[in-house]
């Protein structure tokens, strides 16, 4: 909705929306499919998590893929973080008056530099700087990353990316039950269904699994 909001029309926003939406979920089929095709065709059954640590050669073209997914997650944590880190300053906000030492606002001049300033509080300071912490240390206790992100995924797929979506359009374009449409999409939300089940129990099969083996804050590298 936000990003409907700065679209410029004519063209319609709604139009505009609807080839963005699909150049984007094309785009992302094909990147993520072919990163799956290309990892299992590498090594089969036992490719890793992260593809890029089952290859060690060329190391100045792993080094560039390890950049870049350090690049993506940046900027991934700011927009994923930002939810929290709205309800925590709304949360500060309603219980302390802006005048507080902590919901006050501070700003630092740059000397030598007109209009440069930066902005900052004690509240969004501290507490972001806490959220980081707390993420980062239980990402780095917790080293079964993917099997824990699989069944966040698979949790979250089905009726957040299926059937919500599905049931929307279905009510919108007032498809009637019985017609060859309305059992297309059914066969498909359950279909998904079934996947995300399957998913799932892969997920908790692996999570379950490396539990035995795991240790906190160890890793191995196998090289």
């Known amino acids: 909705m936000m ?4 679209l410029r029309s004519p063209p319609p926003e709604n139009e505009v929306m609807k080839k963005v939406s699909l150049y984007t979920i094309v ?8 990163l799956g095709f290309i990892g299992y065709a590498a090594f089969g059954s036992h490719a890793p998590g992260n593809v890029l640590t089952g290859f060690g050669e060329p190391f100045w073209l ?4 390890h950049i870049s997914v350090i690049i993506h997650l940046i900027g991934a944590y700011q927009v994923f973080a930002q939810v929290v880190f709205a309800t925590n300053k709304r949360l500060f906000t309603s219980r302390c008056s802006t005048t507080s030492i902590f919901n006050r606002t501070y700003n630092i001049r740059f000397p030598g530099m007109r209009n440069a300033s930066f902005q900052f509080s004690l509240s969004r300071l501290l507490m972001r700087t806490i959220f980081v912490i707390f993420t980062t240390s239980v990402a780095m206790m917790f080293l079964f990353f993917n099997a824990i992100l699989s069944i966040l995924g698979s949790i979250s797929f089905w009726p957040i990316t299926v059937y919500f979506p599905v049931k929307m359009h279905m009510i919108q ?7 060859p ?11 998904c269904f079934v996947v995300s089940l399957a998913a799932i129990v892969g997920s908790v099969a692996d999570i379950s699994h490396t539990l035995r083996h795991a240790k906190i804050f160890h890793i191995e590298l196998k090289l």
């Open 3 to 6: 990003t409907l909001d700065t």
């Open 27 to 34: 785009g992302t089929t094909i990147f993520y499919s072919s």
């Open 62 to 65: 792993v080094d560039i893929g």
């Open 173 to 179: 374009a007032k498809i009637k039950k019985g017609t």
């Open 181 to 191: 449409t309305w059992t297309v999409l059914y066969v498909l939300s359950f279909v």
